[in-house]
């Protein structure tokens, strides 16, 4: 079946360090994945996408390239900020259908 | 981007009493909602999917007859949290799906429901 995996948090970065945040998935054919962030008390926003093999989705600082060979989507960012901590989710909507597969979702946690 | 509206952001009711939530597209028309419930530290818990005009369709283990979900109408969708106890307090959420592979779903703010 379809599924998403990431890797469990709390993840507690310190200003300005780098950030990856992995996330593995399990689906037949071609679907798009997709990066959501939740800040405490909020429903989900996007945060990027990737629709196809080797896309790069980026929005503010954050990035994740789509690879097939290792059906993954790792989160990065570069130098997080306070304003970064939230719950991040990794997902994929099926080549078929329109509903989404979530990840269990990585806490992230940023010091000043 | 497409906005989707649920309200309220969060409830306060006593055992025994039912909750309306609702959940509006403001700039576009959803034939399908969906209802997803999470609790703390845990990812989202799909509920039901709601359609226009027919019947909405729940997921394994999710009581219809505790969560009422109807979808009157192109930008409306409701869930009736019935006869509400302690356990059914959690965060709930509404979405409104892109209807393409490529397109990304539209979440509502959440809900935080707390029955004591």
């Known amino acids: 079946g379809n599924s998403v995996t990431q890797m469990e948090g709390p993840v507690t970065l310190s200003e300005e360090a780098f950030l990856t945040i992995n996330c593995t998935y399990t689906?037949?054919?071609?679907?798009?994945l997709f990066w959501y962030v939740q800040y405490p008390g909020e429903g989900l926003q996007l945060l990027l996408k990737a629709t196809k093999a080797d896309d790069k989705g980026s929005n503010k600082g954050f990035e994740a390239t789509y690879r097939k060979e290792t059906t993954s989507f790792h989160l990065e960012k570069g130098s997080v900020q306070v304003s970064d901590s939230a719950v991040y989710f990794c997902a994929l909507k099926r080549e078929y259908g329109n509903k989404l597969v979530f990840g269990a979702g990585t806490i992230l946690r940023v010091k000043s | 981007g497409a906005v989707v509206s649920q309200h309220p952001s969060w409830v306060i009711c006593k055992s025994g009493t039912s909750v309306k939530i609702e959940c509006r597209s403001l700039d576009f028309q959803a034939t399908t909602m969906f209802w997803y419930r999470q609790f703390p530290k845990q990812s989202l818990m799909l509920m039901a999917t709601s359609n226009e005009g027919s019947k909405a369709t729940y997921e394994q283990g999710v009581e219809k007859d505790k969560f009422l979900i109807n979808h009157a109408s192109l930008t409306l969708s409701t869930l009736t949290v019935t006869s509400a106890h302690p356990e059914d307090s959690s965060f709930y959420i509404c979405?409104?799906?892109?209807?393409?592979?490529?397109?990304?779903?539209?979440f509502g703010q959440g809900t935080r429901l707390t029955v004591v």
């Open positions: 689906a037949t054919g071609y679907p798009s």
């Open positions: 979405s409104a799906p892109g209807v393409r592979v490529d397109t990304e779903a539209f």
